[in-house]
């Protein structure tokens, strides 16, 4: 290498390290997030215990809010263990197989990103309402999809569906299909090849996406919303519940039934950043 | 571990939907619009009183609110309401043409199907800084004005109809300058919510705007909530609101729950029901309980109705006002 590209490199970093620049850019992205995250969620914890502990159970343990958290949890058990499902068929269909479509399908995974939840609310009720094309069908049959808990569970599956696909696909990419190969060719089935030689790979990558996947499943409003119905104690998951009481004037509660969801992404979060460490410290061992 | 955490919640989940779907008591669904919240809360402890001693049987009520007319689309498109107790004939008339009430619902019951009536009023902050009195004011420069949108809003619609009849008033039928009145008052409007609850968050909770144009109920409540913050200001003349109720005939056929949903209806105009309208600021259609609230209702207020020839009814208010490029659509175009 000629001296004189050095000079110009060190010359570049040391005008990165330009020490106003880098201090206006720390001060701008901590005051973002004081801003934008840490002030606005320490006014829900704040006002949630405002009026007291008492208050506070009080609110928790209503029998609408007991409901609403029955129906978010079950509701995201069932998303987040179909998500997953799919997510990996499809993550190990686009990576280990060559065919046509290939590239829609990629598409097709990424379009709840892009869509607006009320779109993807709209188009159950335009399906599965009363003057949708399947009506008949499900009104033969006794089955009730939108303003009941098929829906809610079916809209949330629709905005988390990208969450573990995403997240498998470029893990599946990298390691690529050599030991799985030789897993074949030494006479082990696709089950005995995924369970022993991909899943171990792209274990951590899974568990992480699963926890992306709840915090998003549990939060979703937009979508489910639209087919709810709103019926209290019946089709109203926590987020609703948490905009009914705040419509009735109840802020205290509203706040109160925001803190649990807000400890529980905190929680979640944290359970990400361990995951996350655990999956490092792992990559060093097996590269050392 | 995540596996065991995993099991642990979808037992609990699978739980929780066996012992939802267990219970077995009869079940009423009433569909209503934003501002009836905490009156149905009342009114449906007192129905489930009354049929556990008349009729010896549990009943449950399920609640939904939200804007009227979106309230109507959901049953509509599915949403099986037992009963629907919205905030205009026009959005109950909407399900009836999509084929689920049977023709003639508004004759069913005494008063139009209206067992209590409302009307629109003023909500200013203390002291009335603005000196808003009357309808005209609503136009001046410098006035915030908050009022949901018409177009998804039942109480907004009756807001729009109230200012419209007194410009029609106050400039003798002279619909240029009608319409330049409207247009003016929509230009001051600062936030336009999709249903009358979100509108009086936005006044009384974040503090935005002069004066909200609101249910009489909805501001009686406004002042109970935060007392002291608030004055009612009534216009001297406004308009008679006329929330109906209704049966959703193919819904309760189909459930079986007829009986139980006529009479959750008719109970409405019992001494009792009309109380707890009065109770809740709403304005009993019986004129000898009304007489017991003459400390919140102004009984001399000149109230228009929607089927004054002025408005013609609320189909012809609709097309013309309402619908895709009609009145509103042209003169809120910001």
Known sequence: ?288 | MFKRIFTMLSVTALLTVFTATARADQELTNVSYDPTRELYEAYNTAFQKYWQETKKEKVTVVQSHGGSAKQARSVIEGNEADVVTLALAIDITAVEEAGLIQKGWQKKLPNNSSPYTSTIVFLVRKGNPKKIIDWGDLAREGVGVITPNPKTSGGARWNYLAAWAWGDKEYSHDETKVLAYIKKVFDNVLVLDSGARGSTNTFVQNGQGDVLLAWENEAYLSLAERPGEFEIVTPPTSILAEPPVAIVDTYVDKKGTRELATEYLKYLYSDEGQRIAGQHYYRPSNPEIIKEFTKYFDLNLKLITIDDPLLGGWETAQKKHFSDGGVFDRIYTK
């Open chain 1, 1 to 288: 290498m000629p001296p004189s590209q050095t000079v110009k490199i060190g010359a570049e970093s040391r005008r990165q390290e330009n020490p106003f620049i880098k201090n206006a850019l720390i001060v701008i992205s901590l005051l973002f997030t004081l801003l934008m995250l840490v002030m606005p969620l320490l006014v829900v914890v704040t006002q949630a215990f405002g009026a007291g502990w008492a208050n506070f159970a009080r609110a928790v343990t209503d029998t609408f809010t007991v409901k609403a958290l029955q129906l978010t949890l079950l509701t995201t058990v069932i998303a987040v263990a179909a998500n997953t499902l799919f997510g990996l068929t499809a993550a190990w269909c686009l990576t280990r197989y060559r065919y046509r479509g290939q590239s829609l399908l990629i598409t097709m995974i990424d379009l709840p990103f892009a869509v607006s939840p009320i779109i993807a609310g709209l188009i159950f009720i335009l399906t599965y309402g009363r003057l949708g094309w399947t009506h008949s069908f499900l009104e033969a049959h006794n089955l009730k999809i939108v303003f009941a808990a098929p829906g809610i569970v079916m809209a949330t599956i629709f905005v988390t569906i990208p969450f573990v696909a995403r997240e498998i696909i470029p893990v599946l990419t990298a390691r690529g299909t050599d030991e799985e190969q030789a897993a074949v060719l030494m006479g082990a089935g696709f089950f005995r090849t995924f369970f022993y030689v991909t899943l171990p790979h792209i274990r951590w990558a899974l568990v992480y996406s699963v926890i992306l996947c709840t915090a998003r499943a549990m939060g979703e409003f937009g979508a489910v919303s639209v087919v709810s119905g709103h019926l209290r104690g019946k089709t109203n998951t926590l987020p609703l519940h948490i905009e009914i009481l705040y419509n009735e004037h109840h802020y205290r509660e509203a706040f109160a039934v925001s803190a649990i969801l807000v400890i529980t992404s905190i929680v979640i979060l944290t359970a990400r950043s361990v995951v996350e460490r655990i999956a490092k410290k792992e990559v060093n061992q097996s590269v050392r």
